[in-house]
């Protein structure tokens, strides 16, 4: 958890930590702006019941954590302290780096070149605190407009460091300088950055925004479990299929199986034999599109090494064909992870990267429910719990008792705006050729429905 307590060494604040360690089980705890000397620091670590704890020279920023904890400093300035910590719960080493910016412009600038330089390469890392700095209009409510190139210079830091905002639950604002009237100000100050490496982690990592209580910033409160998998996985129809020779033979022989019943009925189960055909032929005939860029980029590798030691005509054909089968398993790899990504402004060809990973760990990380609230205004984090009530709530809408009879005596005051004759051609069905037309106008890269289809 990390505060901006603007001051600790009094009995409210002592409190509501106090409160909020038991509430939620906080095993590490970060504060800023504790206003009080270093010499303080084990006297307040004993009063909260932690094992230890650690300061900047500034005593600016403090980190108090348990024992189950192992955390070394980096480095540690008057606007951040870095820690290299670890856990049971990261499969390796972290840097946590705790923030509390300077409200001066060129301080801040100052600190985001000096944040650039601090994670290690190919260290998850993850920053966190009072940045002092909002990103948009929408963070902030009150006072003099927003202007945007106050937060070119955090947001150029961001991009480059390629880090990402995790979101939140809660309240909108982590700040409001507690005036009246029209004179209130709230801002979302705080917040929690992580960058590429900290999603490849496998730790499901959420935000919320705790009450305002003894101070004007909420505490931010961050949860760490490990990503639980086993549920059966959805079907999803993969565009890069249909690039496989043998794809159309696959869905024609699916589509010719008999079926019986009402239309409506025949063509759900014309969908569904499709869908495990699909499913069988992806599993036994095309095969995991990862495994087979590498396996490519290995017979391409081996034929170049023979190729040197014994030059053939037999040998350079054998590689070109190889290196054609390693292009299309590289194209059908780029356009998985486009439709991963879903940015249809990208236009057909544009070259796999980072950037579409990148993409699809942040609408991951950001998709991720950690709780729930019941009908009574509880909150709960069991998964079980939540899958529970998301179930509930679905069959409860699913299952309501229809409408009573209408009354259509209404409809008399309503004046006509259409001809007899257009309302006849309006109730008109539809023939198979403007079915046909509208549904191969639909966008073929758009999200699966619930069938899986796109």
Not at 63 to 73: A, G, K, N, S
């Amino acid at each position: 958890m990390f505060w901006n307590v603007r001051g600790v060494d009094n009995a409210l604040t002592i409190a509501r930590l106090r409160k909020l360690k038991r509430m939620h089980q906080v095993s590490l705890l970060a504060m800023c702006e504790p206003k009080a000397g270093r010499e303080r620091l084990d006297f307040i670590r004993n009063r909260l019941g932690f094992r230890h704890a650690i300061s900047n020279d500034e005593s600016r920023i403090w980190v108090m954590y348990e024992q189950d904890y192992r955390c070394d400093l980096l480095v540690a300035s008057h606007q951040f302290l870095a820690l290299e910590v670890t856990h049971a719960i990261f499969r390796c080493s972290v840097v946590a780096v705790f923030v509390h910016a300077s409200g001066a412009s060129l301080d801040r600038e100052a600190l985001w070149q000096q944040l650039g330089e601090v994670c290690p390469q190919g260290m998850p890392a993850i920053f966190l605190g009072d940045f002092n700095v909002i990103v948009g209009a929408n963070e902030k409510k009150g006072g003099r407009p927003f202007r945007a190139r106050e937060s070119e210079p955090f947001l150029s830091f961001m991009e480059g460091a390629e880090l990402t905002d995790l979101g939140f639950s809660g309240s909108q604002f982590t700040w409001c300088n507690n005036r009246w009237g029209r004179a209130m100000v709230w801002k979302c100050l705080d917040r929690v950055l992580v960058n590429q490496d900290w999603l490849s982690l496998g730790v499901n990592t959420t935000v919320a925004h705790l009450n305002r209580v003894a101070s004007d910033h909420s505490p931010l409160l961050l949860s760490c479990s490990l990503a639980m998998g086993g549920a059966p996985k959805s079907f999803r129809f993969l565009d890069v299929w249909r690039s496989h020779a043998d794809f159309h033979n696959v869905v024609r022989q699916a589509w010719k199986e008999e079926c019986d019943g009402r239309p409506i009925r025949v063509l759900l189960a014309k969908l569904k034999a499709v869908k495990q055909a699909l499913r069988t032929w992806n599993k036994e005939t095309f095969c995991n599109i990862f495994d087979r860029v590498k396996e490519d980029e290995a017979t391409v590798l081996a034929l170049e090494r023979s190729l040197e030691e014994c030059p053939s005509g037999e040998g350079e054909f054998q590689l070109l064909r190889a290196q054609g089968a390693l292009k299309m398993s590289l194209l059908r790899e780029a356009a998985y992870w486009r439709q991963k990504a879903r940015l249809r402004w990208l236009r057909e060809g544009d070259a796999n990267s980072k950037f579409f990973h990148a993409q699809v760990k942040q609408r991951r990380a950001r998709s991720f429910i950690h709780r729930m609230k019941d009908t009574n205004g509880v909150w709960t984090e069991e998964p079980s719990r939540i899958e529970e009530m998301a179930t509930t709530f679905f069959a409860d809408i699913l299952s309501q008792p229809g409408h009573g009879p209408m009354d259509l005596s209404m409809l008399e005051v309503i004046p006509s705006v259409i001809t007899v004759q257009d309302n006849m051609e309006l109730q008109q069905f539809p023939t198979e050729e403007e079915v046909k037309a509208v549904v191969f106008q639909l966008d073929g890269g758009s999200s699966p429905g619930p069938d899986g289809f796109t």
